[in-house]
C-alpha cells in the first residue's frame, strides 16, 4: 500500500515527467497561458511571466540532472537577458523574472553570468525604491496615458523583494535588504486589514509619500479580497521572515493565511475574490497553489504550528490535484481553471505561474515529509 510520502513523490514524478516532456516544445518563447481548448499563447521576453517557466526547467533539471534540461533553462535565461536593454519595459517585476531563473540558476550552478544578470536586475528594482512613502513603484506610466502611476504599489511586489534579499545576501551589502525590509513594513501597514484580506493596489502620493487610496486592481473591487493578491501576501511576508526573522512578517503571513482558510470553503477551488458575485464563477487555482506554498513555509518556519501547515497545505493541492490537475505529458499546462483578472484578460484557464507554484508547492511538501533541506 502506498504511504503519503509515496502518493506526493508520484505526483511530483509526474510533474517533472511532464516538464522533460514539454521541455522541446518551446524554444524562443515562453509559455504563458493555455486556453479551454488547450491552445498555448506564447510570451515574448518582456512578459512579467518569463521567470516562471525557467523556474520549472531549474526544478527538473534538480530532480533529474537531465543537461537537456539546463541547455533549455540558459536559452531562456539569455532571452530574458535582451530586456536589459530595453529598461523601459521592465517595472518591479525583475523580481519574478530573475529570480526564479538567474538567481536560483547561480544558487544551484554557481553559473556567475547568471548572478551577474540576477545583480543587474537586483539594481534595477532598487531604482524603483520611493524613499518618502517606503515603497517600491510598481509599473511604469503607460505611453499615451495621462494616468500617472509613480505613487502605485502592488501587494505582488511581496515576492519581488526576494531578489534584493538575495542580493545582500550574496553580496554581503545590506542595502539591499534595507530596501526590501522598507517595502514590506509599508506593506503591512498599508495593504493588510485588520481581518487579514488584503489590498491589491494602493496608491502613495509620490512627494510626501502619503497613502491616499486603493485601487482594485485584478480583484472584484476595492473593499473586496483578490486571492491571488492573499497568496503573495502569505507567500511573501514567509518569505521575509526567512531572510530577517522579523516575527511581525510571520505574523502578516498566518494572518492572511488564517482569512484564507476562514473564507475558502473546504474541497472548493478559490475564486479569483473572496468577494465576487456567485455568478460568472472565476476560479484561481493559482491562488490556491500560492497559498499553498505559504502554508509549507510556514510550516518550515514555524514548529509548533507544523502539523497544522502540513494537513492544510495537503488539504488543498488534494483539491487542486483533483479538480484541476492535468498531468498527461502530451498537452500544455498542468493547472487548470486559473484567472487572471475579474474584470479584463482571461479567465478559467491555465496560467503558468499556477503551474510554477503548484510545483513548487509539491516539491516543498515531499522534501518536508522527508524532513529535508527546503
Ligand atoms: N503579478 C501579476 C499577477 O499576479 O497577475
Not at 503519503?4 to 524554444?27: F, G, H, M, P, S
Not at 516575527?247 to 482558510?261: C, N, P
Request: aromatic residues 12%; proline residues 3%; hydrophobic residues 35%.
Amino acid at each position: 500500500m502506498k504511504t503519503n510520502i509515496d502518493r506526493w513523490q508520484e505526483l511530483l514524478n509526474n510533474i517533472t515527467a511532464k516538464v522533460e516532456a514539454q521541455a522541446d516544445k518551446y524554444t524562443d518563447k515562453f509559455p504563458d497561458i493555455v486556453e479551454a481548448d488547450g491552445n498555448c499563447l506564447l510570451a515574448n521576453a518582456s512578459n512579467w511571466t518569463t521567470g516562471f517557466w525557467p523556474g520549472m526547467l531549474l526544478i527538473a533539471y534538480k530532480k533529474t540532472g537531465n543537461p537537456k534540461i539546463l541547455d533549455r533553462l540558459r536559452n531562456f535565461e539569455a532571452i530574458q537577458n535582451t530586456m536589459f536593454s530595453n529598461l523601459k519595459e521592465l517595472h518591479h517585476d525583475v523580481g519574478f523574472m530573475w529570480f526564479l531563473s538567474s538567481a536560483e540558476d547561480y544558487n544551484y550552478t554557481g553559473f556567475e553570468v547568471a548572478r551577474d544578470n540576477a545583480m543587474n536586475a537586483a539594481l534595477i528594482l532598487m531604482s524603483r525604491f520611493n524613499p518618502k512613502g517606503n515603497f517600491i513603484r510598481a509599473w511604469n506610466n503607460d505611453e499615451g496615458s495621462n494616468v500617472d502611476k509613480s505613487g502605485w504599489a502592488i501587494i505582488d511586489c511581496m515576492l519581488n523583494i526576494e531578489l534584493l534579499y538575495w542580493a545582500s545576501k550574496i553580496t554581503g551589502d545590506p542595502r539591499f535588504k534595507h530596501v526590501a525590509n522598507a517595502h514590506a513594513d509599508s506593506t503591512l501597514e498599508n495593504f493588510i486589514r485588520s481581518d487579514g484580506t488584503v489590498k491589491h493596489v494602493v496608491c502613495y502620493n509620490p512627494e510626501t509619500g502619503d497613502a491616499v487610496g486603493n485601487l482594485e486592481g485584478q480583484g472584484y473591487s476595492t473593499e473586496s479580497s483578490w486571492t491571488r493578491g492573499m497568496g503573495w501576501a502569505a507567500y511573501g511576508f514567509a518569505k521575509a521572515y526567512g531572510y530577517t526573522g522579523n516575527a511581525k512578517y510571520l505574523e502578516a503571513s498566518q494572518k492572511v493565511i488564517d482569512a484564507f482558510l476562514r473564507l475558502l470553503p473546504d474541497g472548493e477551488i478559490p475564486p479569483c475574490d473572496f468577494f465576487q458575485p456567485d455568478e460568472p464563477c472565476y476560479y484561481d487555482s493559482s491562488a490556491g497553489a500560492i497559498v499553498a506554498c505559504a502554508m509549507l513555509e510556514n510550516a518550515r518556519r514555524c514548529p509548533e504550528k507544523k502539523e497544522y501547515y502540513i494537513l492544510e497545505a495537503q488539504k488543498l493541492l488534494n483539491t487542486l490535484t483533483d479538480k484541476c490537475a492535468d498531468l498527461s505529458p502530451d498537452t500544455h499546462g498542468i493547472l487548470r481553471l486559473a484567472t487572471q483578472a475579474y474584470h479584463k484578460a482571461r479567465k478559467n484557464v491555465t496560467l503558468v505561474y499556477g503551474d510554477y507554484y503548484y510545483y513548487e508547492a509539491v516539491d516543498k511538501l515531499v522534501k518536508i515529509l522527508k524532513e529535508e533541506e527546503v
